[in-house]
């Protein structure tokens, strides 16, 4: 299974994905913003990312842009409300997101995303 780190600002989706990250057998570390993101990053070893866009200290794009270039070959997912990123797929590939999810995502949703960005781990 893969290591997971996830940078959310809501604490009560932060704990959902651990949860349900955790139930399919991934091991998940989080953080509540993206300057604690990166420092865990930093300190661990992750397969992905799922960090959400709009989050205080430093958003999710930031985010993403320093974690591509610490690590290329980073898998990261992108989360949002999206009622505010009307091309909001498209802007997360452009900064480098593998996947975006759109809140409130299913549990289903979330695995076919990870199927498609690790597609070499069975995903429960």
């Known amino acids: 299974m893969a290591n997971v780190l996830v940078i959310e600002d809501d604490n009560a989706v932060r704990m959902s994905l651990r949860s349900a990250l955790q139930s399919m057998g991934h091991t998940v ?3 509540a913003n993206g300057v604690d993101g990166v420092v865990k990053f930093d300190q661990g070893v992750f397969d992905l990312v799922i960090t959400d866009l709009v989050m205080p200290e430093k958003d999710g794009v930031e985010t993403i842009l320093e974690l591509r ?3 290329p070959d980073l898998k990261i997912v992108a989360i949002s409300g999206g009622g505010q990123h009307l091309d909001f797929m498209e ?3 452009q900064v480098g997101a593998d996947c975006a999810l759109v809140k409130p995502f299913s549990i289903n949703d979330l695995r076919d995303c990870l ?8 995903v429960v």
Do not use: G
């Open 29 to 31: 570390d989080a953080a």
């Open 91 to 93: 802007s997360t590939q």
């Open 115 to 122: 199927r498609r960005v690790l597609p070499y781990l069975s």
């Open 69 to 71: 270039l610490k690590a």
